[in-house]
């Protein structure tokens, strides 16, 4: 099995230099959308978060908001209430702000190594700015279908974590180390190092969309190639399904953008393999999402009638961020001030 995982790794980077030989123009144009969409798109609405998340742990604050959701956690997830945090983030921001987020708190000692594995199978989700702009409004030109593949997604995700509570459930989920304790230093100190943090992970992120919109340029126009081009790579593939003339149109985004996609798979590689973590949970949480996604969809299609308008192109998208994505961060950072604020006041 190796063997061949080894020879289809080397056919596939030898297919891709090959083609990127043979029709380099094709490959400059995909290259050049997905930078523009990583410039327009990507790094204003993940870069925010992911210094937030930084600053969350850094200000000590997580470990306060752990105390008060601690009650809801634990009995639901099997989590301490942390990991509230986490979920949060990673429901609002989208991909990969909830394995990134997740990953920080186990390094940093806030979570243990079981309850960061049981967020990474349901924290890492698309988010609204994605869902209800780019696709409701932009793509399928309804805000409703929007509204309801949101909350289709928003609901597995809930599913999700609510039976991966059972993973290890035997094993104790108690902390092995101290959280890392807030030290008082200046702000601009802190900020830069999760500022520092968040420019590393935008890039891997960018360079990950380029690479898989690239390689989706060289697939064969085939009547499957929406569904392949969704299973690389979410956003330019959802783009194609959404013009597909299929009753199973809403359900197969839902399910598509549930399971996210190699491309955000590799993403969260590159951030979970450095602490040593297995991917098996994230992978079979993203699966097990797809699949519920799927369904919830169709039963709110039963429930709900919509009506599709013509979608637009991704050239003229409008990115615009939801107000409740921008009401939340307002409140991430009026919650970071006032912890500072009161940490400097107490040690003066």
Known sequence: MKKILKYFSYLSVLSLMVYL????????????????????????????????????????????????FTPIMKPLFNING???????????????????????????????????????????????????????????????????????????????????????YGESSNLQTSPTAFKVCRFSSIIGESVTEAVETVLKISGFVILFSVIAQALPSVPQRAYIHSFLEIVGGIRELSSLSTPYKLPLISFFLGLSGLSVLFQVLSIISPAGLSPLTYIGGKILQAVISFYITKILLSVFSVSEAVFSPLGEISFQPSVFSWVVFAGFVIACGVKFIRKRTTNL
């Open 21 to 68: 030989i043979l029709f380099p123009r094709d490959c400059v144009q995909a290259g050049s959308l997905a930078l523009r969409l990583c410039i327009e798109t990507v790094i204003p609405s993940l870069f925010p978060f992911l210094v937030c998340s930084g600053l969350f742990i850094s200000s000590g604050l997580a470990i306060s908001l752990g105390r008060l």
């Open 82 to 168: 942390r990991g509230a945090t986490v979920f949060l983030l990673g429901i609002i921001s989208g991909y990969p702000v909830g394995a990134k987020s997740a990953v920080d708190f186990y390094k940093s000692g806030l979570i243990s190594k079981t309850e960061c594995l049981r967020l990474l199978a349901f924290c890492n989700n698309s988010g609204p700015l994605f869902i209800l702009g780019v696709i409701g409004v932009s793509l399928l030109g309804n805000e409703k279908m929007g509204h309801i593949i949101y909350l289709s997604h928003f609901l597995s995700a809930l599913l999700v974590g609510l039976l991966f509570r059972f993973y290890n």
